[in-house]
């Protein structure tokens, strides 16, 4: 049985920073692209980055490029998301998910091409 656990969210001023960690098990890590998405109170829930090798390239949505960096770890079965430099609209809960790799990059952008999906951890940030 596939478990995806979000932890190190929480409440922060504009301009902070926060780590987010997802510990992954009952899959093989490495064979999977893990990707972080966020659902704001009444939104729908957005792509915020994904990194489909441990030691490939990460995509990021527009609104966060130069602010977080995702990160994965095999050896531990974790992925991370450091969010620098933290605006009130970053706010929310966010989400780590895995899918095969293998698909091409757009596909990862689509929270539907996600199978695994943790409960959630939130972020508030105020201004």
């Known amino acids: 049985q596939v478990q995806l656990v979000e932890s190190g969210g929480g409440l922060v001023q504009a301009g902070d920073s926060l780590r987010l960690s997802c510990a992954a098990s009952g899959l093989t890590f490495a064979n999977y692209a893990m990707g972080w998405f966020r659902q704001a109170p009444g939104k729908e829930r957005e792509f915020v980055a994904v990194?489909?090798?441990?030691?490939?390239?990460?995509w990021s949505a527009d609104s966060v490029k130069g602010r977080f960096t995702i990160s994965r770890d095999n050896a531990k079965n974790t992925m991370y998301l450091q969010m620098n430099s933290l605006k009130p609209e970053d706010t929310a809960v966010y989400y780590c998910a895995s899918a095969p790799s293998g698909w091409s990059v757009s596909t990862y952008y689509r929270s539907d091409s996600y199978n695994n999906w943790g409960q959630g951890t939130q972020v508030t940030v105020s201004s």
């Open positions: 990194k489909i090798w441990s030691g490939g390239s990460t």
